[in-house]
């Protein structure tokens, strides 16, 4: 069976298509090793009422718990987003991978 893995990615500040095609080169090597790369691109809009920020946290946050590995794009280490998601992949014992 495949390993599940998941792309943690800065996105602020940028479209949908800009992050896609950021990723796109990487998803193809990762499915060339043998992963089933999960997409984790939400592209439904928050409630109103929420913190837009977490809202989209506690999506990715969601995609850890279904995934095996999580794999960091470069710059991770400034995004707060990543950040958590590093900390709750590290906490749950999830296989990290690092992409420069």
């Not at 943690?8 to 080169?25: A, F, L, V, W, Y």
Request: charged share 35%; hydrophobic share 35%.
């Amino acid at each position: 069976m495949k390993k599940k893995i998941m792309i943690s990615q800065p996105m602020r500040g940028k479209t949908n298509e800009q992050i896609k095609k950021e990723r796109e080169e990487l998803v193809s090597n990762l499915k060339l090793e043998g992963f089933e790369v999960i997409d984790t691109i939400v592209s439904e809009e928050p409630p109103v009422d929420v913190n837009e920020a977490i809202y989209y946290l506690s999506k990715s946050v969601e995609f850890i718990g279904k995934v095996d590995c999580v794999l960091f794009m470069k710059g991770w280490e400034y995004a707060r987003g990543c950040k958590i998601e590093h900390q709750i992949a590290v906490e749950y014992g999830k296989e990290i991978k690092y992409c420069n």
